[in-house]
């Protein structure tokens, strides 16, 4: 099975900076990594795929980059509604693994 | 609008069943592979089953593997998870996400399953 490894698990932050998040797979996904948003109580959002596409509705200030093993979700100018958990999945293969989360706080 | 409802989840005890349902709405079901997923109370996210459109492709993750068989009625626009011998572990809020054909862009709201004697 392919890990997939978040980093920070948290992260305070304060409205308007500029906050990455890290993603690394324990093999090679080419460009299988795709970003989901989620806040409490509610379902996923999907956010970014694969690696760098920006699925329709999600602010531009999101962006996500890298191929490979390594991937960034970045966030440009943090807004008091981003403060929620971040996950990666990779879809290569199955199973469709996620990262564990990065849970972004306000600072 | 798409709209993915699920529902049947409740309280079962170790080694019970539960049937899960998924009903979609707002695009053409038949045109889409499915998965359900599921997040343990304050976890993270585990990806459980995936179906493709015809149900001709399926696949489960190993944890679930020959306990839980995944389904579609495509005329009723309905997905479904047969869930037995259910596990304390197996407790979990499941969604169903409308894939393409792995990248899941739409999710239900989500029903709890609570595995509990």
């Known amino acids: 099975d392919i890990q997939m490894t978040q980093s920070p698990s948290s992260l305070s932050a304060s409205v308007g900076d500029r906050v990455t998040i890290t993603c690394r797979a324990s093999?090679?996904?080419?460009?299988?990594l795709n970003w989901y948003q989620q806040k409490p109580g509610k379902a996923p959002n999907l956010l970014i795929y694969p690696a760098s596409s920006l699925q329709s509705g999600v602010p531009s200030r999101f962006s996500g980059s890298g191929s490979g093993t390594d991937f960034t979700l970045t966030i440009s100018s943090l807004q008091p509604e981003d403060f929620a958990t971040y996950y990666c999945?990779?879809?290569?293969?199955?199973?469709?693994?996620f990262g564990q989360g990065t849970k972004l706080e306000i600072k | 609008e798409v709209q993915l409802v699920e529902s049947g989840g409740g309280l079962v005890q170790p080694g019970g069943s539960l049937r899960l349902s998924c009903a979609a709405s707002?695009?053409?079901?038949?045109?889409?592979?499915m998965n359900w997923v599921r997040q343990a109370p304050g976890k993270g996210l585990e990806w459980v089953s995936y179906?493709?459109?015809?149900?001709?492709?399926?696949y489960y993750a190993d944890s679930v593997k020959g306990r839980f068989t995944i389904s579609r009625d495509n005329v009723k626009n309905s997905l479904y998870l047969q869930m037995n011998s259910l596990r304390d572990e197996d407790t979990a809020v499941y969604y169903c996400?409308?894939?393409?054909?792995?990248?899941?862009?739409?999710w239900g709201q989500g029903t709890l399953v609570t595995v509990s004697s």
């Open positions: 179906i493709s459109s015809s149900s001709s492709i399926i």
């Open positions: 707002g695009f053409t079901f038949s045109s889409y592979s």
């Open positions: 999945q990779q879809s290569y293969s199955t199973p469709y693994t």
């Open positions: 996400a409308r894939a393409t054909p792995s990248i899941m862009g739409y």
């Open positions: 093999q090679s996904i080419s460009n299988y």
